[in-house]
C-alpha cells in the first residue's frame, strides 16, 4: 500500500469547514484513497473512501486531484463531536482480487473542533 | 442496526489467565475480522474470517491466541495464558462482500475490549 502524510495536528473552529489534507505521491493506479477517525476510546469510524473523483456523502467530501497524488476531506460545518483522529489510507480493495484486508492506519491528524 | 457488539468494555486479569474476548458481528455481514491496538503498533490485523471460515490467521502473535467463528453472529478471541505485553485493546470489525461495479470493503468497528493484564 503507498504511504502517506499528513499533518499531525489541526484546530478548527465549530461550524467552520475542516479540510484535512493527505499526500500519497506514489499511489498507483488501483488504489484507493480510504479515510476513517477514531473518535477517543471508540473504534474507528468509516468516513468516505474514492478512486479519482470527488466524492460526498451525509458525513464529508473527498477531493482527490487530478494527478492523485494528493486528497483532502472536508468537513463542511464540525461540531465538537468532529474532535478525532483522522486517518487517511491508501490501499487496494480486497474485493478488486489483489488487495488485502489490512487498514494500515499511520498516525493521522489530530482534530480539535474548539467552541 | 445495533453495529458491532463486543464484550466485555473492559478486562483486568493476571499473567497466566484466561480471556475470552466476544463479537457480534452487524447482521448479514459475512466478514469479521479482529484487531489489535496498542501505542507501539499501532492496529494490527490479527484475523479475519469469511463466511465463519478463519481466511487468514497470518497476524495472530502466537500459539496463545486463538479466534472462533461457531456461527454467523458470534465470534471469540482466547489468550490462553495471557501476558502483560498482551495489554491492548482489541477491536473487532465487520464487513459485507459487495458485487457490481462498486468496489468497497467498508469495515464497521466495534467498540473494542480494553484488556489489561497484570
Redesign the interface.
Known sequence: DAKTTQPPSMDCAEGRAANLPCNHSTISGNE?VYWYRQIH??????II?GLKNNETNEMASLIITEDRKSSTLILPHATLRDTAVYYCIVRV????GA?S??????KGTKLSVIP | DAGVIQSPRHEVTEMGQEVTLRCKPISGHDYLFWYRQTMMRGLELLIYFNNNVPIDDSGMPEDRFSAKMPNASFSTLKIQPSEPRDSAVYFCASSLDSFGAVVTDTQYFGPGTRLTVL
Open positions: 484507493y476510546s471508540q473504534g474507528p469510524q468509516y473512501h480493495p480486497f474485493l478488486s488487495g484486508y489490512q487498514l494500515t492506519f499511520g
